[in-house]
T-cell receptor
Framework: AQSVTQLGSHVSVSEGALVLLRCNYSSSVPPYLFWYVQYPNQGLQLLLK??????LVKGINGFEAEFKKSETSFHLTKPSAHMSDAAEYFC??????????FGDGTTLTVKP | EADIYQTPRYLVIGTGKKITLECSQT?????MYWYQQDPGMELHLIHY???????EKGDLSSESTVSRIRTEHFPLTLESARPSHTSQYLC??????????????FGEGSRLTVL
């Protein structure tokens, strides 16, 4: 069985500030990990994914995430927030590319 | 660019009506999924299919049913809608295990309101 915990249902940052969205997971097998973004009235869109290999993965729109096995974490970061980053963000885990389990989501607000 | 389409995008109906939410993908993916997304944003898997004539219930119990007669088509049906069915329904697809990491490609969603 697998699970995902996203710490903080709401995160607010100022434009230009660092974005840090936290995700911890549990999985009985080596996981595949994902971050998705959802803009209002739309479906989810893949930001980035970790499967194997390099633990620091880069995604679209300047986001990146680091897989830390010892901490069972996959936190999402972006050095400088932009107004267009305001959205809902979901972390997900998939054991060996099977069914995905999603976290509860984090709403990111970017203040001007 | 993902090619997965859902119709209708928005639907307001009365209690007791039968509705079908359509989902089609043009990527040739074997796996397809229906998620229910509550206003608080959580996604719950309600149905999935790993191929034609294969359907399974997901983690969240749902009164809806699905069918998979063609690879590209995965409709969801509610025989008698109730206000408790008011939600957003998201359809998604993914490649088979050997062909990818299991990332999901989502449609834009169908927002259902039952009065």
């Amino acid at each position: 069985a697998q699970s995902v915990t996203q710490l903080g249902s709401h995160v607010s940052v100022s434009e230009g500030a660092l974005v840090l969205l936290r995700c911890n997971y549990s999985s009985s097998v080596p996981p595949y990990l994902f971050w998705y973004v959802q803009y209002p009235n739309q479906g989810l869109q893949l930001l980035l994914k970790y499967t194997t290999g390099a633990t620091l993965v880069k995604g679209i729109n300047g986001f990146e995430a680091e897989f830390k096995k010892s901490e069972t974490s996959f936190h999402l970061t972006k050095p400088s927030a932009h107004m267009s980053d305001a959205a809902e963000y979901f972390c997900a885990v998939s054991p060996n590319a099977g069914k995905s389990t999603f976290g509860d989501g984090t709403t990111l607000t970017v203040k001007p | 660019e993902a090619d997965i389409y859902q119709t209708p995008r928005y639907l307001v109906i009365g209690t007791g009506k039968k509705i079908t939410l359509e989902c089609s993908q043009t990527m040739g993916h074997d796996k397809m999924y229906w998620y229910q997304q509550d206003p608080g944003m959580e996604l719950h898997l309600i149905h999935y299919s790993y191929g034609v004539n294969s359907t399974e219930k997901g983690d969240l119990s749902s009164e809806s049913t699905v069918s998979r007669i063609r690879t590209e088509h995965f409709p969801l049906t509610l025989e008698s809608a109730r206000p408790s069915h008011t939600s957003q329904y998201l359809c998604a697809s993914s490649e088979s295990t050997s062909g990818g990491a299991g990332e999901l490609f989502f449609g834009e969603g169908s927002r259902l309101t039952v009065l």
